[in-house]
């Protein structure tokens, strides 16, 4: 009886999801290596999508004058 139990405890631990696990996959890289996973974007980013953990995947937004750097 007590091997049973054991193996169900051990399988409810390993199927939750570990918050310092969530913690180590925050700021990494998603968009295809051009943004980063954050819990909330700052000021200066925009939202393009969700990462595997469920954090927003953020990119940085883009100065017009980087954009146009060729005037003639």
């Known amino acids: 009886m007590r091997i049973p139990v054991l193996?169900?405890?051990i399988s409810l631990l390993l199927?939750?999801?570990l918050p310092a696990r969530s913690e180590l996959e925050v700021d990494r890289i998603c968009g295809y290596g051009t943004a980063r996973c954050r819990r909330k974007c700052q000021s200066q980013?925009?939202?393009i999508g969700r990462c595997p953990n469920t954090?927003?995947?953020c990119l940085k937004k883009w100065s017009d004058s980087l954009l146009n750097y060729m005037k003639h």
């Open 7 to 9: 193996l169900l405890a």
């Open 45 to 47: 980013e925009y939202r």
């Open 55 to 57: 954090s927003a995947c």
């Open 15 to 17: 199927s939750q999801d």
